[in-house]
């Protein structure tokens, strides 16, 4: 299916010819009826003898109601630009061509209405003459050009020839898994309830599916569908559809709203755009201009954040943020336009290239502006790899919300990027830039190389400390300490491979006299206190991080070899009997009850045993 826009004359010839074409009156307000003038969006359709249908979106003409009518052509695959001969080219004539242009909607069919009212030849010369010149401007020499009559019904046959043809050309719609619907109308059906209306875009919908209303993040699950009026159980990309929504009241709803998948479209307050100016507008666009945003069905007032200048020119194009005053659920690669909001008047649009900057870019930045150039213009592998730059690693579902990539293109961005070594694989379906990669591991380096700097007597730096000290999940350290040959994970300890605690003479013997010490009464050791006064606190804490003597409390500490045999002794006990208790442990190490229960609650912390009234059972981690 395919959805084009009719744009041009004020007056009802416009409506007039849509009628003709599909035998739909698209002015379906009574003021409109009245005045035979479009002043809300209209709809209709042709169905075509193949079985397609073609949606028709007829947009107001009036200059009075442009902000209509940027409401209902964002959506178009092609678009009618109608002029009326007994006029020729009028102001908003050349507007919506600048609109179009600005939206990238190429596929435009000039069509030449009333010719039934023009007897003069010479005048219907001067007329296509005059909309050549305009066409030239905008180096659209080659668009077709149909001369009709909704009257008499001259032309109107060559004009559906020439519409398929077009239409033909056109690619289809994508499916990306993410639908969106841009909502145009939103109104209550007795019986039914809520009803938003809008052209799909980006995946296909289907009842029951549950749904998310953005900005406003209402919930909802889809009840009922219809395209062209007929019910439908799914509808794929590049229709207009209504849809009939459960769990949100129409009051809840509005137009430039989106329906989208849950958690799939984020609204934003900023927006990092590549901007065109028409070389009419009446002034340049300064920096921090108050403007209004179009973007599908939705507008909003903004402050345009020029990165590279303080003024643009007319028909200059620059880099600019939006600084919007009101939410907008915006993606990346969605058409905008510009408009001054007082007094009235189109300057410009462009295409978003960031949706969530998260942040106020700095102005006059090189770097700022190459990173814009890349999301804007890199390859797609290149493009993969600057999404994934983040915190933490993202998901492929993620890459492809971001991108806006279809799933075969997709695959080829992450296979190429892969091979290109720009992105990492980090399991379960997760993936990181190597750019992102290689900060943390450059940030993780230089935090162990002070440390070590600092602490030459610690073994490394302990793992949560370190992943604090990193603000990252601790499965992405680990992550880390195993894909990089100079990160060690030693006794849950963290080093570079090149460091090791050095003793020197004078710290050895007192190292050792600490371990005589405890030797000398293995089962009940002096305490880490008085180890400290014999050794030092430092050397002390080395032993622990060596393992010659292993800590059980604040206070007592075993020699290692003591330590194990402990150990191996309580597990053998428990392994024959079931269970242990102090005594017991006592009794057989000839030690003190302050020992055997500092080694039992010791290893409770372990999970090696488990405390159950007076006795210790086996431990999950036994």
């Keep these: 299916m395919r959805i084009i826009g009719t744009a041009g004359h004020v007056d009802h010839g416009?409506?007039?010819?849509?009628?003709?074409?599909?035998?739909?009156?698209?002015?379906?307000?009574?003021?409109?009826?009245?005045?035979?003038?479009?002043?809300?969006?209209?709809?209709?359709?042709?169905?075509?003898?193949?079985?397609?249908?073609?949606?028709?979106?007829?947009?107001?003409?009036?200059?009075?109601?442009?902000?209509?009518?940027?409401?209902?052509?964002?959506?178009?695959?092609?678009?009618?630009?109608?002029?009326?001969?007994?006029?020729?080219?009028?102001?908003?004539?050349?507007?919506?061509?600048?609109?179009?242009?600005?939206?990238?909607?190429?596929?435009?069919?000039?069509?030449?209405?009333?010719?039934?009212?023009?007897?003069?030849?010479?005048?219907?010369?001067?007329?296509?003459?005059?909309?050549?010149?305009?066409?030239?401007?905008?180096?659209?020499?080659?668009?077709?050009?149909?001369?009709?009559?909704?009257?008499?019904?001259?032309?109107?046959?060559?004009?559906?020839?020439?519409?398929?043809h077009v239409l033909a050309e056109i690619p289809q719609r994508a499916n990306y898994h993410q639908p969106r619907l841009p909502i145009d109308r939103a109104f209550v059906v007795s019986g039914f309830g809520a009803v938003i209306t809008g052209a799909l875009s980006g995946g296909s919908l289907s009842i029951g599916d549950s749904i998310e209303i953005q900005p406003s993040g209402k919930t909802g699950r889809i009840r009922g569908l219809q395209s062209y009026r007929r019910r439908v159980d799914t509808v794929a990309p590049g229709s207009r559809v209504a849809v009939n929504i459960a769990g949100i009241n129409s009051s809840e709803i509005q137009r430039g709203d989106v329906l989208a998948y849950p958690g799939q479209l984020q609204p934003t307050l900023l927006a990092d755009a590549h901007f065109t100016q028409l070389s009419e507008v009446s002034r340049p666009l300064a920096h921090n201009a108050q403007v209004k945003v179009f973007s599908g069905a939705a507008e909003s007032l903004a402050n345009a954040r020029l990165l590279e200048t303080d003024a643009l020119a007319p028909g200059a194009r620059g880099w600019l943020q939006l600084r919007l005053r009101s939410p907008m659920p915006l993606s990346r690669g969605d058409r905008f336009i510009l408009r001054y909001p007082s007094p009235a008047e189109t300057i410009g649009g462009g295409v978003i290239i960031n949706a969530q900057p998260g942040r106020r870019l700095k102005r006059f930045q090189a770097h700022v502006i190459d990173e814009l150039e890349l999301r804007a213009s890199g390859t797609p592998a290149e493009r993969l790899a600057l999404a994934a730059q983040a915190d933490a690693p993202k998901s492929l579902r993620d890459l492809q919300k971001t991108l806006g990539y279809a799933d075969e293109e997709l695959s080829e961005a992450l296979d190429e990027a892969l091979s290109q070594g720009l992105i990492r694989h980090l399991g379960e379906e997760r993936y990181w830039a190597a750019e992102s990669w290689g900060r943390l591991a450059q940030a993780a380096y230089t935090d162990l190389r002070n440390y070590h700097r600092d602490n030459p007597l610690r073994l490394g730096m302990p793992r949560p400390e370190l992943r604090s000290r990193l603000n990252v999940k601790l499965g992405l350290l680990d992550m880390l300490i195993a894909n990089e040959d100079q990160l060690i994970l030693e006794r849950n300890f963290v080093r570079l491979a090149d460091h090791s605690i050095e003793f020197s003479r004078e710290q050895n013997e007192k190292a050792e006299r600490a371990l005589q010490a405890l030797l000398a009464d293995p089962y009940s050791p002096p305490a880490i206190a008085a180890l400290n006064d014999i050794a030092g606190e430092n050397i002390v804490r080395a032993l622990g991080d060596l393992r010659r003597l292993v800590r059980v409390n604040d206070s007592i500490a075993f020699a290692a070899d003591s330590y194990d045999r402990l150990v191996s002794e309580i597990r053998r006990h428990i392994s024959e009997f079931n269970e242990i208790d102090a005594k017991t442990l006592r009794d057989k190490f000839g030690t003190s009850r302050k020992y055997a229960i500092a080694v039992l609650e010791h290893l409770d912390s372990l999970g090696v045993t488990q405390r159950v009234g007076d006795v210790r059972k086996r431990g999950r981690n036994l």
């Design 14 to 164: 416009k409506s007039t010819l849509v009628e003709k074409l599909s035998g739909i009156n698209p002015d379906r307000l009574a003021e409109e009826q009245a005045r035979n003038m479009t002043i809300d969006l209209g709809f209709a359709w042709i169905d075509l003898p193949n079985g397609d249908t073609i949606g028709i979106v007829d947009v107001p003409g009036h200059r009075d109601f442009i902000e209509n009518m940027l409401a209902g052509v964002g959506g178009i695959d092609a678009a009618l630009l109608v002029i009326a001969a007994d006029e020729g080219i009028m102001p908003q004539t050349r507007e919506h061509l600048a609109i179009l242009q600005l939206l990238d909607i190429t596929n435009i069919i000039i069509v030449l209405t009333k010719v039934d009212l023009i007897d003069d030849p010479e005048w219907l010369e001067l007329v296509e003459l005059e909309i050549g010149d305009l066409l030239s401007q905008w180096n659209l020499d080659d668009l077709p050009l149909v001369a009709v009559s909704a009257h008499t019904g001259a032309g109107i046959n060559n004009l559906l020839k020439r519409l398929k």
